[in-house]
């Protein structure tokens, strides 16, 4: 098995976080970029043949040799590689669901390189290490008590939504992974409570434990009897060791650096200059149909290629089309906000036009942001189809 030597972000994580934080979350005037960017696109397509390319999960690893895009179906359990460079189908990891190799219930997975897989199962409390040909190389459990206390049963989880982009992290240089933390003691996933609980927690592989819970909610997810009705937490790690933590319905990113946390304003043009909560009363239907037409932000990708963030912005969008029918959540348009690694907005995209692009994920890569072009709104039978998104300064 190969295990790559990278960065020094890692040790650099673990430092600061030895440290308490000194909160600097005052909330201040928040306004947004008046700086226009624009992007050319370049199309990659590839004809599908006999493989069945229905991926529920996707991840994309890139070398100094190789630009890989790594697909799981869920249905066949089976993660399909595609050379995004040649265009062609390289090979098919079967992940096993039954014998000494057995793997079951993958929530999200992370390729540290083709030889290392980490696949990570969610409730079932089981992290696993496999190799390209889907063998258990390691594997660990993970139900101790957080730092605070916590305990595993019935009290948190370590969660994974990576079709809204909160995924966990491997820091090779200390052997960790970041995670997202939820907590199950409330009878309302929503309590206003929740949004009082540290997000962040780093688990040791060699030393099986937690360290460093961490991160914070906005005070307007705090205060007050309105709910954000948001649990889903995007975090990115930069390769100075820094941890940017954002949010559905804020236009503030939480940046952790050093001993500091402290609020930035990232606000979109398109957003709201506050955001509208819903009673926490409210039926899941309201919040669904909030979610699906208002702005709000989608995610936050880390470009070390160029040491840039991205943030991605969800446009607000009428409920129904010129057909009388529901607009479905990917009919929107979108943004990309760009922050540079130190958490200034160097500005935001023309909106990238509605029903043609996934963008539950974007993945920069040396060549652009990789886009999927694969949406519930634009299924597309014979061939995977993705842009190179290239934002223009």
């Known amino acids: 098995m190969k295990i790559l030597k990278y960065s020094r972000y890692g040790s650099l994580f673990l430092l600061y976080l030895l440290f308490s934080c000194e909160p600097n979350l005052e ?6 970029s008046r700086d226009v960017l624009s992007y050319s696109t370049k199309e990659i397509k590839i004809e599908t043949k006999n493989h069945q390319y229905f ?5 994309v690893y890139e070398s100094a040799e190789e630009l890989l895009y790594y697909g799981y179906n869920k249905a066949t359990s089976v993660i399909e590689i595609i050379d995004l460079s040649s265009k062609s189908h390289k090979k098919s990891i079967v992940i096993q669901k039954e014998g000494e190799h057995q793997v079951l219930n993958l929530t999200d997975f992370y390729v540290h390189n083709t030889d290392s897989i980490f696949i990570h199962t969610g409730f079932l409390k089981k992290l696993y290490l496999v190799n390209s040909k889907g063998e258990v190389i390691n594997k660990w459990t993970i139900d101790n008590d957080l730092p605070d206390g916590t305990s595993s049963d019935k009290g948190y989880f370590l969660a994974a939504y ?5 995924r966990f992290l491997y820091l090779p240089s200390s052997r960790s992974i970041l995670f997202h933390c939820e907590y199950l003691f409330f009878e309302n996933p929503y309590d206003k409570e929740f949004y009082k609980k540290p997000i962040l927690v780093e688990y040791f592989l060699e030393e099986k434990i937690f360290k460093n819970l961490q991160g914070n909610c906005p005070s307007e997810y705090t ?3 309105q709910n954000p009705y948001d649990k889903k937490f995007p975090f990115v790690l930069t390769q100075k060791g820094d941890i940017y ?15 500091q946390e402290t609020q930035i304003c990232a606000k979109s043009r398109y957003t709201e200059d506050n955001f509208t909560f819903l009673p926490s009363n409210a039926k899941s239907q309201q919040y669904q149909k909030d979610y699906s037409l208002k702005a709000h932000y989608q995610g936050l990708f880390y470009d070390k290629h160029k040491n840039f963030i991205y943030r991605l912005v969800k446009h607000k969008q009428v409920e129904k089309n010129d057909n009388g029918e529901d607009n479905k959540y990917f009919n929107a348009a979108f943004s990309i906000m760009v922050l540079d690694e130190e958490g200034n907005v160097m500005g935001e995209t023309e909106p990238f036009p509605a029903n043609q692009y996934d963008f539950s994920n974007i993945y ?7 886009i999927s072009k694969q949406n519930t709104s634009n299924d597309i039978e014979d061939y995977l189809e993705f842009d190179f998104i290239m934002i223009l300064f």
Do not use: M, R, W
């Open 27 to 32: 909330t201040q005037s928040c306004e947004s």
């Open 55 to 59: 991926f529920s999960i996707d991840f």
């Open 162 to 166: 990576p079709n809204v982009g909160v």
């Open 223 to 225: 205060e007050g009897q």
């Open 245 to 259: 933590l954002g949010f559905t319905k804020s236009n503030y990113i939480h940046q952790y650096k050093a001993k």
């Open 364 to 370: 920069p890569t040396s060549k652009g942001i990789l």
